[in-house]
Structure formats: C-alpha cells, structure tokens
C-alpha cells in the first residue's frame, strides 16, 4: 500500500502546497482521503479519474472538502471519468451541503457523480482490496480518523482532525504508520482542544503502538523542523514530515 500526500497545507493551500488530501493507494484500489483546495489537481497527476475507487472526507471543513465541489463537475464531464457513481464516504449532511453549494441543477447531476455513504451508519468497508475502519474523533463537529488494512494488516491510521485523547487512540489503533495533524503550535487553557500539538501528535503515535509517524496539517507558525523535534520528544520512532508529492510505501 502507498500513501501519496496530496497536500497538507492549513487552513488554506499555499504556493506548491494544497490543503489536506491524500491518496491511499494499491495496486488495483485508489481511494482519495480528504479533499482539501488544491488536491483534485494532484490527484490526476497520479491516477486517472477512472481509476478512483472511493473518496473520504474526515470531517466537513472545507480545507478538507471543498474540492468536491469541482470534482463533481470532473465526475461528470471530464474525457476519464469513471463510469458509474464514485463511493464517497462522509459525514451527514456532506451531499446537501454540496447541493446548496452548486445549485438546483445539480439535484439530480450529484447521485450521477457521487454514491454516498454516511460515516455515521456503519464502522468499516471494503473498499476496492483494503479493509477501511474508522471511528469519531473530537473535533468540535462530527468527525472521524480511519484506518486502512491490506490482508489483515492495519498499515495506516489517519486521524483526520482530531484533539489528542482515547477516541482518536480508539480510531487509530494497531497501525503501523499513523498520519496525524499538528494543526496547532499550543493549547489554550480556555478553549477546548480541537487539534494536536507536535507534542500530542508524537504522544498520540506513541499510545497506538505505531512505528512511523507522518506528521501533517502542521500549522504555519511552526517550522519543519521544529514540528519533527517537537513530535521526537514524545515519540521514539521515525517522524516523516507530510508534503505534497511525498510517497511512502507502507
Ligand atoms: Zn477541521
Ligand atoms: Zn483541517
């Protein structure tokens, strides 16, 4: 299994980084997690549309969904589009949002294009030849971190975005490679926590008994390399940081 990243930018896409999105692939599955401004174009870099066999959006933000609204014109009209609805795994509410977004015509254009599934009816999928799980994480709206497994094996967990605690360690259990957000440099003591610190993130991996940790969604104010000491301080394994065009095989 490859996991591409797409983009890892936050809130919003840089030059030469989009936001959060990543391809999860294998040799006959190519699943599209998160759908962040920019990453539909990274995407068809990769992978033609008809080759898509799902997409999954963590939770509702729109750095991590709002280039569902361009690909459903790409889903439609583009020369390689798939031919039949593509799964998209989402949180309720995701396909209404979209309506309300492109318009009346589009009513009858979205079940074309897209098949969706509500994150909140089931745990788990079989998607193409992976085994997809997830779980809600605490994000101050519904929310979800997943975990990929190729023959039994859990080779990834993602947390999507996600506070640090027991349900994103719930979520991300037995991977071996955990991608988790560091999408704030610190906790404020009067705000409940909505993201990870460096720190947490490392803690996090550290807690799920993971041996990588690609750390993304890094927010601006932190370096690179800061982000990497910051999670090493908490975490004993390798730390990779998430850019766009960066591909692990898992
Ligand atoms: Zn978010
Ligand atoms: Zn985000």
Do not use: C, K, N
Not at 15 to 35: K, M
Not at 42 to 51: F, K, M, S, T
Not at 57 to 75: I, K
Not at 186 to 202: C, M, N, R, W
């Amino acid at each position: 299994m490859d996991l591409t990243v797409l983009g890892s930018a936050t809130p919003y896409p840089r030059p030469d980084e989009p936001a959060s999105g990543y391809l999860v692939q294998t040799g006959t599955t190519a699943i599209w997690l998160d759908a962040g401004p920019g990453t539909l174009a990274e995407l068809q870099r990769a992978i033609a549309l008809r080759d898509l066999t799902a997409i999954v959006v963590s939770h509702q933000h729109a750095d991590h969904t709002s280039d569902l609204l361009t690909a459903y014109y790409a889903l439609r009209f583009a020369e390689d589009r798939p031919d039949r609805p593509v799964p998209l795994y989402a949180p309720r509410g995701m396909l209404e949002a979209m309506a309300a977004f492109l318009g009346p015509s589009s009513r009858t254009g979205l079940p074309q294009a897209l098949d969706v599934r509500d994150l909140a009816e089931e745990r788990s999928a079989i998607v193409g030849d992976l085994e997809m799980a997830w779980a809600p994480v605490e994000h101050g709206m519904p929310a979800f971190g997943f975990t990929f497994a190729q023959h039994g094996e859990v080779l990834l967990g993602y947390s999507g975005d996600s506070a640090p605690g027991p349900a994103v360690d719930t979520a991300l259990a037995g991977a071996t490679t955990v991608l988790i957000e560091a999408g704030t440099a610190a906790q404020l003591p009067t705000e409940p926590s909505v993201h990870h610190t460096p720190e947490e993130a490392g803690a996090t991996a550290a807690a799920v008994g993971a041996a990588r940790l690609v750390l993304t969604h890094i927010d601006g104010s932190i370096t690179q390399e800061d982000a990497r000491v910051r999670a090493r301080s908490t975490f004993p394994g390798e730390v990779i940081i998430a850019r766009r065009g960066l591909t692990i095989t898992l």
